[in-house]
């Protein structure tokens, strides 16, 4: 509609949802529309056009709490799923510091809802648009009349597109005036009273809302550091109970794939192809979504699980090399002083077998330290999505992605160090 | 007198490789007997098996009354009694490269004969001293001289008392002044009593040290008895060749 009026041919660009601004302003497309909401901050970095729809963020619960769940404020202290960087995910970030309900962010607008039916959330707050397209599709759930807030959906283009961004707006105006964007909302049943209201605004009122200063990102420096910094303490604990746990499964695996009878060795292969030669993303939405049927596991647990056994893999082969390396000889001299196959193991093999698994083993816990940035995709906001999350509200990278970095590097450095000092004392003696 | 080794007709195989064709030897407590050979003679072959370390095909292996039977090597938990009574020293030293040596020393007697630690640091201080290494305690493997190593290997051999010493070419990597040192350390041991075999192929260490000279020759004994007999008079060829050249030999 658009581009016909643009006398252009449209051209359809996906692009992942949290990226349509920082897209629009690389020069990927030319205008970004799906639900892209109007806000001070997008205001202050792109061109945006008038609203052309009125949504309501709204509530929806299990229908045995539709009594008892109805605001937000029933909700304190409870599990809140939405999706990132929305003004629904804003308005939850908002309310937490005050007793409100603990937001729970998500990368698509279907698994809130299904985890809603499930057990693992306690409601979703989303816009009215995504709610009752669920609704349809799966049910199972009750959506509260009363909605929390509402919002607009705009189309944002590049900060020096102004000339465009205007024409859209003559555009937008005209089809609000001769109800041809009202036929299109109504084939795509979104078509209510909300929308007859706010079209008669809009179309007095020339100006739209204003634009904001550029004072508000130094604020949001100060305002995001702290959620950066606990995002970061999820990461680092998130990484060190996975790799404590991949050390133990490695041992183990490790052990079996060398001590063991063919009948031991034969499962811990396998275990070990499977985990190595299929994505670790896909083994995480398996352990989180795919298993939620047989055992629901809380989104932190199946993280650490997750990434604990994928590194597990990859720590039983360091292992293995580095046993089979430890010579036949020092092994004969434990025997022949009467030490038994499980004390060689302990006392003289595994000893010396670490010294040559460290170096390998650092490095994969600054590797896991990194990939655990993939745990998003399974509702654990680590330090990676917070930044995500930051840079999609301010509607820059350049300062949270700075931000973001130099704690990766205060976190993996003085790891790094640490490893070297010990092989340097191990290879003086 | 029980021997405190009694080997008898010993054949052992590697892959299609006939190794030993009937070894027959004893050792009697308090006697050192040097086992000598060119390389391939079988003499580690033959080490290997009184150790339980290697596999043999028939005859009889008995060690302080202990009986070795032929075919695969049992498992650990079956040769406790004979773990006691052998001690071996390997050509390599094989100390733990990540214990200092006073731990390679106290190790066995700690973890498998369930000593308090004073206890076997006091009996490992003494071997130490003994063999003239106690300054060395603290130090680490590699950072012990060529004389050192095989002194510490020896203590580590010795703590838990073993009846029979096994010796892997140790002289091997040894000057002369240092191997008459060693070899005076080994005549003490089998003053106390301890029962020595040693693998060589180093006549005048043999001729200096040893009760009882053996000459292994493709797998068998060819001649046995006090090293003048054999050393100086014999006729045989094999013999004649380790004293032709006796350091050129390379380590088996």
Same mark, same amino acid.
């Given at each position: 509609?658009?581009?016909?009026?643009?006398?252009?041919?449209?051209?359809?660009?996906?692009?992942?949802?949290?990226?349509?601004?920082?897209?629009?302003?690389?020069?990927?497309?030319?205008?970004?529309?799906?639900?892209?909401?109007?806000?001070?901050?997008?205001?202050?970095?792109?061109?945006?056009?008038?609203?052309?729809?009125?949504?309501?963020?709204?509530?929806?619960?299990?229908?045995?709490?539709?009594?008892?769940?109805?605001?937000?404020?029933?909700?304190?202290?409870?599990?809140?799923?939405?999706?990132?960087?929305?003004?629904?995910?804003?308005?939850?970030?908002?309310?937490?510091?005050?007793?409100?309900?603990?937001?729970?962010?998500?990368?698509?607008?279907?698994?809130?809802?299904?985890?809603?039916?499930?057990?693992?959330?306690? $409601?979703?707050?989303?816009?009215?648009?995504?709610?009752?397209?669920?609704?349809?599709?799966?049910?199972?759930?009750?959506?509260?009349?009363?909605?929390?807030?509402?919002?607009?959906?705009?189309?944002?283009?590049?900060?020096?597109?102004?000339?465009?961004?205007?024409?859209?707006?003559?555009?937008?105006?005209?089809?609000?005036?001769?109800?041809?964007?009202?036929?299109?909302?109504?084939?795509?049943?979104?078509?209510?009273?909300?929308?007859?209201?706010?079209?008669?605004?809009?179309?007095?009122?020339?100006?739209?809302?204003?634009?904001?200063?550029?004072?508000?990102?130094?604020?949001?420096?100060?305002?995001?550091?702290?959620?950066?910094?606990?995002?970061?303490?999820?990461?680092?604990?998130?990484?060190?109970?996975?790799?404590?746990?991949?050390?133990?499964?490695?041992?183990?695996?490790?052990?079996?794939?060398?001590?063991?009878?063919?009948?031991?060795?034969?499962?811990?292969?396998?275990?070990?192809?499977?985990?190595?030669?299929?994505?670790?993303?896909?083994?995480?939405?398996?352990?989180?979504?795919?298993?939620?049927?047989?055992?629901?596991?809380?989104?932190? @647990?199946?993280?650490?699980?997750?990434?604990?056994?994928?590194? $597990?893999?990859?720590?039983?082969?360091?292992?293995?090399?580095?046993?089979?390396?430890?010579?036949?000889?020092?092994?004969?001299?434990?025997?022949?002083?009467?030490?038994?196959?499980?004390?060689?193991?302990?006392? @003289?093999?595994?000893?010396?077998?670490?010294?040559? $698994?460290?170096?390998?083993?650092?490095?994969?816990?600054?590797?896991?330290?990194?990939?655990?940035?993939?745990?998003?995709?399974?509702?654990?906001?680590?330090?990676?999505?917070?930044?995500?999350?930051?840079?999609?509200?301010?509607?820059?990278?350049?300062?949270?992605?700075?931000?973001?970095?130099?704690?990766?590097?205060?976190?993996?450095?003085?790891?790094?160090?640490?490893?070297?000092?010990?092989?340097?004392?191990?290879?003086?003696? | 007198?029980?021997?405190?080794?009694?080997?008898?007709?010993?054949?052992?195989?590697?892959?299609?490789?006939?190794?030993?064709?009937?070894?027959?030897?004893?050792?009697?407590?308090?006697?050192?007997?040097?086992?000598?050979?060119?390389?391939?003679?079988?003499?580690?072959?033959?080490?290997?098996?009184?150790?339980?370390?290697?596999?043999?095909?028939?005859?009889?292996?008995?060690?302080?009354?202990?009986?070795?039977?032929?075919?695969?090597?049992?498992?650990?938990?079956?040769?406790?009694?004979?773990?006691?009574?052998?001690?071996?020293?390997?050509?390599?030293?094989?100390?733990?490269?990540?214990?200092?040596?006073?731990?390679?020393?106290?190790?066995?007697?700690?973890?498998?004969?369930?000593?308090?630690?004073?206890?076997?640091?006091?009996?490992?201080?003494?071997?130490?001293?003994?063999?003239?290494?106690?300054?060395?305690? +603290?130090?680490?493997?590699?950072?012990?001289?060529?004389?050192?190593?095989?002194?510490?290997?020896?203590?580590?051999?010795?703590?838990?008392?073993?009846?029979?010493?096994?010796?892997?070419?140790?002289?091997?990597?040894?000057?002369?002044?240092?191997?008459?040192?060693?070899?005076?350390?080994?005549?003490?041991? +089998?003053?106390?009593?301890?029962?020595?075999? #040693?693998?060589?192929?180093?006549?005048?260490?043999?001729?200096?040290?040893?009760?009882?000279?053996?000459?292994?020759?493709?797998?068998?004994?060819?001649?046995?008895?006090?090293?003048?007999? #054999?050393?100086?008079?014999?006729?045989?060829?094999?013999?004649?060749?380790?004293?032709?050249?006796?350091?050129?030999?390379?380590?088996?």
């Amino acid at each position: 509609m658009i581009g016909h009026d643009l006398h252009r041919d449209a051209v359809f660009v996906q692009v992942a949802w949290s990226s349509i601004e920082a897209s629009v302003e690389r020069g990927d497309f030319s205008i970004g529309m799906s639900g892209v909401e109007d806000r001070p901050e997008l205001r202050a970095r792109h061109a945006v056009s008038i609203p052309y729809f009125e949504f309501r963020e709204v509530l929806a619960v299990r229908f045995a709490d539709s009594a008892r769940y109805r605001t937000l404020a029933d909700l304190s202290g409870k599990r809140v799923a939405t999706l990132g960087g929305t003004g629904a995910y804003q308005t939850l970030l908002d309310l937490q510091p005050h007793a409100g309900p603990i937001p729970i962010s998500y990368d698509d607008d279907v698994h809130p809802y299904s985890d809603l039916v499930s057990g693992r959330v306690d $409601a979703v707050l989303l816009d009215n648009i995504i709610a009752d397209r669920s609704l349809r599709r799966s049910g199972g759930f009750y959506i509260q009349p009363v909605p929390v807030a509402t919002g607009h959906y705009v189309a944002v283009l590049a900060a020096a597109d102004t000339a465009l961004r205007d024409s859209v707006n003559v555009i937008l105006r005209a089809h609000m005036r001769d109800g041809s964007l009202e036929k299109t909302f109504r084939a795509w049943k979104v078509w209510d009273t909300t929308q007859v209201q706010y079209f008669a605004r809009a179309l007095t009122d020339s100006a739209g809302p204003h634009a904001v200063g550029a004072a508000a990102s130094v604020r949001s420096v100060r305002s995001y550091l702290p959620a950066l910094l606990r995002a970061a303490l999820i990461t680092l604990l998130l990484s060190c109970l996975a790799m404590m746990l991949a050390v133990a499964v490695g041992i183990a695996v490790a052990a079996g794939r060398v001590y063991g009878s063919p009948l031991v060795r034969a499962p811990l292969a396998v275990y070990v192809e499977i985990i190595r030669g299929t994505p670790v993303l896909l083994q995480l939405f398996v352990l989180y979504y795919g298993l939620s049927g047989f055992i629901r596991l809380p989104a932190f @647990v199946a993280a650490v699980l997750g990434l604990g056994l994928n590194y $597990a893999a990859y720590e039983s082969e360091i292992y293995r090399a580095a046993l089979q390396a430890i010579p036949r000889s020092q092994l004969e001299a434990g025997r022949t002083l009467g030490l038994s196959e499980a004390q060689i193991l302990r006392l @003289v093999r595994g000893p010396q077998a670490l010294r040559l $698994a460290l170096a390998p083993m650092t490095n994969d816990f600054v590797a896991l330290l990194k990939d655990s940035s993939l745990v998003s995709v399974i509702t654990v906001v680590e330090l990676t999505k917070q930044t995500a999350i930051y840079a999609t509200n301010v509607g820059s990278w350049v300062v949270p992605g700075l931000l973001c970095s130099v704690i990766y590097l205060a976190l993996s450095l003085p790891l790094s160090r640490l490893a070297r000092r010990l092989e340097r004392k191990w290879s003086s003696i | 007198m029980t021997q405190a080794l009694d080997v008898r007709d010993v054949h052992a195989s590697r892959g299609p490789h006939q190794v030993l064709r009937g070894v027959t030897i004893d050792v009697a407590p308090g006697e050192i007997c040097a086992l000598m050979g060119t390389s391939g003679a079988g003499k580690t072959t033959m080490l290997r098996a009184i150790a339980a370390l290697g596999p043999f095909d028939s005859g009889s292996i008995v060690v302080d009354g202990f009986a070795l039977t032929p075919g695969h090597v049992p498992p650990e938990s079956k040769l406790r009694v004979l773990r006691r009574s052998v001690g071996m020293v390997f050509q390599q030293h094989s100390l733990f490269e990540h214990l200092s040596v006073i731990e390679n020393v106290t190790l066995a007697l700690v973890h498998a004969l369930g000593w308090t630690r004073e206890r076997a640091e006091t009996e490992a201080s003494a071997l130490l001293t003994t063999l003239g290494v106690a300054h060395r305690a +603290a130090a680490f493997p590699r950072q012990l001289s060529g004389g050192e190593a095989p002194r510490v290997t020896i203590a580590r051999a010795l703590a838990p008392d073993p009846t029979l010493l096994l010796l892997d070419e140790p002289t091997s990597a040894l000057d002369p002044a240092r191997r008459t040192s060693l070899g005076e350390v080994l005549r003490a041991l +089998a003053a106390e009593g301890h029962a020595l075999l #040693i693998s060589t192929h180093d006549v005048d260490f043999a001729e200096a040290f040893a009760d009882r000279v053996a000459v292994l020759a493709k797998g068998v004994v060819v001649e046995e008895g006090s090293p003048r007999d #054999i050393l100086s008079d014999s006729t045989h060829a094999d013999v004649r060749a380790l004293l032709r050249s006796p350091s050129a030999e390379p380590p088996e």
